[in-house]
């Protein structure tokens, strides 16, 4: 029996990267499962208050993050999908996992080290570390507990979390050690690696697509209509070689461009590329726009629909809430008894 565990911030609609990354590939998941699979699929609302947040916009995101996960296919009869913050089960395990976690290991992080780079660059001058939010530089503990509360043992993230999966690893093989038992409690959680595994930014293709970029034309949400999407396409940054061939290191722009086109109609990146050997990069943007464009027709109706029907989607959200707390109390009874705290 496999528990598979993913999650997404409440930050916004998602962006293609999410969407190619992770959430295709939650729903690929759902469709290869075993009846006897428990699939969890949780919107990380207290992950998203490690920055700030608008409380209005954070509530509308909370919906809209739901609306998408059904939008794209997950079925809440054979997946649980549920608000994090709707179980308090993570927040008592994320204490006991800060409590084994050495804060050297924190610090090293690479996405803390990244915020910090981040806000140095914001603010041209040097950035005080200890002014930073503790919640920024403990919320790997806090993903650890996510995923160990279900006793996960599949993962589908993207790449840009194996550093904290591997946290995750390292926090219940201690637990299980500390708590030595006849049964480990923890099994030792894997990543399911996606077929795409890193969709950059359009307008700056060293970095990922993300939803926090200043620079919305650096994205395409998944909301966007067919003329952004063609209009963000055509203004990606790519280069100035003529012809197009894949190579990521040298001609990342070009390389990002064949990667969504192979994602989209699911082929190889190699046998795509040698279809716009002698193109250029204009005829090679269109096709990327048109197969982009079809590739969110579907999931884009349903969001409209779903979008709308609150009572629908609170019913969701609740039984969700209800299926996750079965299984995360079970954990916690067993935490607690090993711990003492009983
Ligand atoms: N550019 C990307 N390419 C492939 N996968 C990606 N993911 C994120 N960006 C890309 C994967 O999407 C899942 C959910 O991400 P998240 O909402 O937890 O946020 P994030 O990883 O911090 O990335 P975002 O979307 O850019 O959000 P912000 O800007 O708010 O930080 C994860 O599995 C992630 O790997």
């Known amino acids: 029996k496999r528990t598979?565990?993913?999650?997404i911030q409440p930050t916004g609609i998602p962006h293609l990267g999410n969407y190619l990354g992770a959430l295709s590939n939650w729903v690929k998941l759902q469709e290869a499962s075993d009846p006897q699979d428990d699939l969890l699929f949780m919107i990380v609302g207290w992950h998203a208050l490690t920055l700030p947040q608008n409380p209005k916009e954070l509530a509308a995101s909370r919906w809209d993050m739901?609306?998408?996960?059904?939008?794209?296919?997950?079925?809440?009869?054979?997946?649980?999908?549920?608000?994090?913050?709707?179980?308090?089960?993570h927040l008592e395990l994320g204490w006991l996992m800060n409590c084994l976690t050495p804060v050297g290991k924190l610090l090293r992080m690479t996405t803390w080290k990244s915020r910090i780079a981040t806000s140095r660059n914001a603010e041209e001058s040097d950035v005080d570390e200890s002014l930073l939010n503790a919640g920024l530089l403990t919320?790997?503990?806090?993903?650890a507990a996510d995923i160990l509360v279900y006793r996960a043992t599949h993962v589908p993230v993207g790449e840009d979390q194996t550093q904290h999966l591997e946290l995750t690893r390292d926090l219940a093989e201690a637990?299980?050690?500390?708590?030595?038992?006849?049964?480990?409690?923890?099994?030792l959680p894997t990543l399911v690696d996606t077929p795409t595994r890193r969709i950059l930014s359009l307008k700056d293709p060293t970095a990922k697509m993300s939803k926090s970029a200043p620079d919305v034309r650096s994205r395409i949400l998944l909301t966007?209509?067919?003329?952004?999407?063609q209009a963000k396409i055509?203004?990606?940054?790519?280069?100035?070689?003529?012809?197009?061939?894949?190579?990521?290191?040298?001609r990342p722009g070009a390389a990002n461009l064949l990667s969504i086109l192979a994602a989209c109609t699911n082929e190889d990146v190699n046998t795509v590329?040698?279809?716009y050997e002698s193109t250029g990069h204009k005829e090679l943007k269109a096709d990327?726009?048109?197969?982009?464009?079809?590739?969110?027709?579907?999931?884009?109706?349903?969001?409209?629909?779903?979008?709308?029907?609150?009572?629908y989607l609170v019913q969701v959200a609740d039984e969700g809430a209800r299926k996750a707390k079965e299984l995360s109390s079970e954990t916690m009874r067993h935490v607690r008894d090993r711990l003492g705290l009983c």
């Open 234 to 250: 055509r203004g990606a940054v790519t280069d100035t070689t003529l012809g197009v061939t894949y190579d990521p290191i040298n």
């Open 4 to 7: 598979v565990l993913s999650g």
């Open 224 to 229: 966007d209509t067919p003329s952004q999407i």
């Open 139 to 143: 919320y790997p503990s806090l993903q």
């Open 288 to 311: 990327v726009a048109e197969a982009v464009v079809e590739l969110l027709r579907k999931p884009q109706g349903e969001f409209s629909r779903i979008r709308e029907e609150r009572v």
């Open 273 to 275: 590329a040698t279809r």
């Open 175 to 187: 637990f299980n050690r500390t708590c030595k038992s006849e049964h480990p409690l923890f099994p």
């Open 66 to 89: 739901l609306a998408t996960l059904l939008a794209i296919g997950l079925d809440p009869k054979r997946s649980i999908i549920f608000h994090q913050d709707h179980n308090q089960d």
